[in-house]
């Protein structure tokens, strides 16, 4: 009698130990995919910091002024380009590792910075597209980069005369 007491009591341990383990393990997975809170929202380019490894040139890296990038936990619009259920990852790069990667110094992005918050967007699509990579400077300003070319993105709710 005594042992199928303790039977089931071990049993309801064991089942409270998975149902709260598998609730743990959704809880964590969730909060790895959606990471977009620091970069959510709608970004326009409102300037090209073009350098000596740019693979276009200043008045091509212009027609890119005005452009929008929104970033969201549930779609991704990049320019023209829409990417459903997007999968952010959050890093950070020093200024030794921003310069090993991109071959310019991080104080291209401002000057004092010794580090960056880098958000890599991965979408259903595999390609490549402009506006995947997106740093996040302690300064508060945020750049996407293409073909050696750093654009400044500002959010639209900080633009003055932003449409409400």
Known sequence: MKWLRA???????????????????VLASSCALRQPEQVEGTWIVTEALTTGNSAMSSNQA???LGQSYHYGPQKLILGQVQCQAPEYQKSQLNDKEFSQQYNVPLTTLGNGL??????????NRGA???GQTVF???HQEAYIVWDGVF???EKTGNLPNAPV
């Open 151 to 153: 654009f400044k993105l």
């Open 114 to 123: 010794t580090d960056v918050d880098t958000f890599s967007i991965e979408c």
């Open 7 to 25: 039977k089931r009591l071990f049993s309801r341990i064991q089942l409270r130990l998975i149902i709260g383990t598998a609730t743990m393990l």
């Open 128 to 130: 490549k597209i402009p």
């Open 136 to 138: 996040l400077t302690s």
């Open 62 to 64: 212009k027609q890119w």
